[in-house]
């Protein structure tokens, strides 16, 4: 039998919640499918991501009703970053000097951005989300979409939107390629604890051979965050806690003192992707399945939040027009606004990060330094603050306080 909605969405990630929040109130039927469990979708684990969210990311949320279901001690300011290369100690430096200044952001952990945004999107009107399945096929035809679930059963949509991940099944089944990039490399995060303060400031080291970051939390905690290759990362993750501490004190310098791990440690594969298009017949990519950013740049999830938010809007205004959802034009002008919003800053972000994450021959090393101090040029300073905070008048109140 087959079951009858407006609009299918593959994967209840982050993005994929928030697109249907987005939605609401839009008298359309959404039905959001995902692999995991409900008590997994209700109350997720923690993966250990601190996600840094713009201003205009946390102003969405807020529209959502989401925002307001994160209690306050989950969000860390950041106000400051750093970025250093190699054994140097020059820095290009973003963000405010002293405290109570500006933030260029805020760190919100993952399992607490996808536990609000189900919360919200559990109590919709018009949305069914059907956890332990997945979409298994999707194929449009002449009156609308079919969408096969993993159990048998056929949903048929106006519209089926894959956000299921940056290796999405569903983009490779509708014949739309990507440049995929693997790094061979894992990103291994930890919480720590450290005597020295780290005065709300993000720091990258990108040394020869691994990256090391630390972010910002509160209560005298950082985040650890070690892009390192494959099997450098499997002998971290095999260390015990007093030995990984050690560890991080020693690949860190000691520069927040000694680093003691207050939770657990998690790796995952570090792959980029970039889809040839982000729409086909009667289908669309969102998120990761779109864009995929190295996580390094912070930027996956917020890129995640415009697309959702630029492709509700053209669905929205399709039905004040009159017009089908999946209408090609409709769907044209939300690839064209999310191209334009994330093609340049891929591209860039890519060309930097695998010439950091090249070897530490002598025209690498040239070049990263050159990458540095050109990013410390006042004007370029100034542009990658700004795409860090984001503003947009449209959606941040008169304080610039979310919801304000
Ligand atoms: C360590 C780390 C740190 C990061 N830090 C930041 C940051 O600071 N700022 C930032 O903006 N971004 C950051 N990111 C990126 C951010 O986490 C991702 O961009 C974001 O999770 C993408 O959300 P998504 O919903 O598109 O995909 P995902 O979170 O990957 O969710 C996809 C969902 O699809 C489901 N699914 C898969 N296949 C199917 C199918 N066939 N049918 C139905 N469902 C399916 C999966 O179960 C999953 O629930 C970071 C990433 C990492 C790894």
């Not at 109130?25 to 692999?35: Q, S």
């Amino acid at each position: 039998m087959e079951r009858a909605f407006d609009v299918v969405v593959a994967g209840a990630g982050p993005v994929g919640l928030a697109f249907a929040a987005s939605l609401a109130g839009a008298g359309l039927r959404i039905a959001l499918v995902d692999p995991q469990a409900e008590a997994a979708l209700a109350d997720p684990a923690d993966d250990g991501r601190e996600i840094a969210l713009t201003d205009r990311s946390v102003a969405m949320l807020a529209a959502s009703g989401a925002w307001a279901k994160i209690p306050a001690g989950q969000v860390a300011p950041l106000r400051r970053m750093q970025v250093l290369n190699g054994p140097s100690d020059y820095a290009m430096q973003l963000g405010h000097g002293g405290t109570g200044g500006g933030m260029l952001g805020r760190f919100v952990p993952n399992h607490w951005l996808r536990r609000s945004l189900h919360a919200v999107v559990r109590d919709l009107p018009g949305v069914a989300v059907l956890p332990g399945l997945s979409v298994a096929a999707v194929q449009a035809q002449r009156r609308g979409t079919v969408a096969t679930l993993s159990d048998g059963q056929a949903l048929t949509a106006a519209l089926v939107v894959a956000a299921d991940t940056r290796r999405s099944r569903l983009r490779r089944q509708q014949g739309i390629g990507a440049a995929l990039h693997d790094y061979r490399q894992r990103m291994l995060v930890c919480p720590v604890a450290h005597p020295l303060p780290h005065g709300e400031t993000a720091t990258a080291w990108f040394e020869y051979g691994q990256t090391l970051v630390t972010l910002p939390l509160n209560g005298g905690r950082s985040s650890a965050v070690l892009t390192v290759g494959e099997a450098d990362a499997a002998a971290l993750l095999q260390m015990d806690d007093a030995g990984f501490g050690r560890e991080l004190t020693r690949r860190y310098r000691g520069r927040l003192g000694a680093m003691r791990p207050v939770g657990g440690r998690h790796a995952v594969p570090v792959v980029t992707a970039y889809a040839a298009r982000f729409v086909g017949r009667r289908f669309a990519l969102l998120g990761d399945a779109a864009v995929g950013m190295h996580p390094t740049t912070a930027h996956g999830f917020n890129f995640g939040m415009l697309g959702q938010h630029a492709l509700a809007r053209e669905l929205r205004g399709a039905l004040a027009a009159g017009r089908n959802v999946a209408d090609p034009a409709v769907l044209a002008r939300y690839e064209a606004a999310h191209r334009a919003e994330t093609r340049l800053f891929f591209a860039g972000a890519e060309a930097l990060m695998r010439l950091y994450a090249a070897g530490d021959n002598m025209p690498a090393r040239l070049l990263r330094n050159g990458a540095l101090r050109l990013g410390n040029l006042p004007l370029l300073r100034q542009a990658l603050a700004a795409r860090m905070r984001d503003p947009d008048k449209n959606l941040i109140g008169p304080a610039g306080r979310p919801g304000a």
